[in-house]
């Protein structure tokens, strides 16, 4: 295994509007069925004119549901911006008003965003970042929102291969 990892990728998350009706699935990611999924980071933000303080809203990481997300593809654009840069081999869905049953799903990581509309998950170390295993699944859920709103962000993953045998 590269001690330094693989492909690095980010996702998307533009404009996505969640309405005030539930909870919302932000993002679904699926791992490759060959290989192992870091997730590095997730930069988010809220957009709205209808609040001046925060909006209490508050996101959770849940990994290992049985069920795949409803939302539409979005495509995973690689960091490395030159002809012939890895594609991704795992897939991601969102946003989703449907949330998927997480009835085989661990909650592995809750937070909020702040007062300013800003929401930021950035392990200090490797060793702390979330790892999805072989065709495993995790969904970004969020609480259901006080008031409208538009979320946009990234998700940054790294495709890290095999797992090593012990």
Same mark, same amino acid.
């Given at each position: 295994? *590269? +001690?330094?990892? #693989? /492909?690095?990728? *980010? ?10 009706? !539930?909870?919302? @699935? ?8 060959? !290989?192992?999924?870091?997730?590095? #980071?997730?930069? =988010? ?6 609040? &001046?303080?925060? &909006?209490? =809203? ?17 495509? /995973? ?6 002809? !012939?840069?890895?594609?991704? *081999?795992?897939?991601?869905?969102? /946003?989703?008003?449907? /949330? ?10 809750? @937070?909020?965003? @702040? ?11 490797? @060793? ?16 259901? +929102? ?6 946009? %962000? ?6 890290? %291969? ?5």
């Amino acid at each position: 295994m *590269n +001690p330094s990892g #693989g /492909p690095i990728f *980010n996702i998307p998350i533009s404009a996505a509007a969640l309405s005030t009706v !539930g909870a919302w @699935d932000l993002v679904g990611i699926t791992a490759q069925s060959s !290989g192992r999924l870091e997730i590095m #980071g997730i930069s =988010l933000t809220i957009v709205s004119t209808q609040f &001046s303080t925060a &909006s209490g =809203l508050a996101l959770t990481l849940l990994r290992g549901s049985s069920a795949a997300s409803t939302g539409a593809s979005i495509s /995973p654009a690689p960091i490395k911006g030159w002809s !012939g840069a890895s594609s991704a *081999n795992f897939t991601v869905t969102g /946003p989703s008003s449907t /949330p998927v049953s997480t009835a085989s799903a661990v909650a592995v990581y809750a @937070d909020a965003f @702040d007062g300013r509309g800003a929401f930021r998950y950035r392990p200090q170390s490797r @060793d702390e970042r979330i790892i999805l295993t072989l065709s495993q699944r995790i969904h970004l859920r969020t609480t259901t +929102p006080s008031i409208a709103c538009v979320v946009y %962000g990234t998700v940054v993953c790294q495709d890290v %291969g095999k797992s090593p045998v012990s």
